[in-house]
């Protein structure tokens, strides 16, 4: 069955920064789109970035680009989010998911938990 | 940016019950939208997406309709594990920006 489990998440102090990981495995990991999400606590969803299979299609939310990187391991099966000047309003649980295309997110992880605070 | 506005913002319904929630997009987005449940504590997990199309394992009693700015997720016959958090999410827009509803909170009466 198809699983993704994050890893990576904790307590940093704005500037800082913080890499997520996203171990994947019951799936052709090379195969599909990888996104990130997240969500603000008692706050709704924010989609984040997306990757291609093959690293040729990123895109990222205007509120992360520039201080966000996404990234891929085909061979070691993960997706990365490298988060930089990292601010308070990037406190969240984020998710990674599995993303048919570009368009929606069949599959989730359990989230990895980021606080940004002095 | 497509914005989409989710309503009621919580909705009380006995069980056996159908439940109606609403999504509305600030423009047409064809049928790209996707539904999701959250239950407290967990993940989102993929209802229905083109619109109407039932995500893999989804009961028949949840179902998708709409098209272009106006969309409904129904839930014909209320379960008391249908407690959770359902947002709606569009996926028209390119360069891609995913957009979500805020969600409606379903309650068991």
């Known amino acids: 069955q198809v699983q993704l489990v994050e890893s990576g998440g904790g307590l940093v102090k704005p500037g800082e920064s913080l890499r997520l990981s996203c171990a994947a495995s019951?799936?052709?990991?090379?195969?599909?789109?990888m996104s990130w999400i997240r969500q603000a606590p008692g706050k709704g969803l924010e989609w984040v970035a997306h990757i291609s299979s093959v690293d040729d299609t990123i895109h990222y939310a205007d509120s992360v680009r520039g201080r966000f990187t996404i990234s891929r391991d085909n061979v070691k099966n993960s997706l990365f989010l490298q988060m930089n000047s990292l601010r308070a309003e990037d406190t969240a649980v984020y998710y990674c998911?599995?993303?048919?295309?570009?368009?929606?997110?069949?599959?989730w992880g359990q989230g990895a938990l980021v606080t940004v605070s002095s | 940016e497509i914005l989409m506005t989710q309503s009621p913002t919580t909705l009380s319904v006995s069980p056996g019950e159908r439940a109606t929630l609403s999504c509305r997009a600030s423009q047409s987005v064809s049928n790209n939208l996707a539904w999701y449940q959250q239950k407290a504590g967990q993940p989102p997990r993929l209802l229905i997406y083109d619109a109407f199309t039932r995500a893999t394992g989804i009961p028949a009693r949840f179902s998708g309709s709409g098209s272009g700015a106006e969309f409904t997720l129904t839930i014909s016959s209320l379960q008391s594990e249908d407690s959770a958090v359902y947002f709606c999410?569009?996926?028209?827009?390119?360069?891609?920006?995913?957009?979500f509803g805020q969600g409606t909170r379903v309650e068991i009466k």
């Open positions: 998911a599995r993303t048919i295309k570009t368009y929606y997110f069949d599959y």
């Open positions: 019951g799936f052709t990991f090379s195969d599909y789109f």
């Open positions: 999410q569009q996926y028209w827009n390119w360069p891609p920006r995913r957009t």
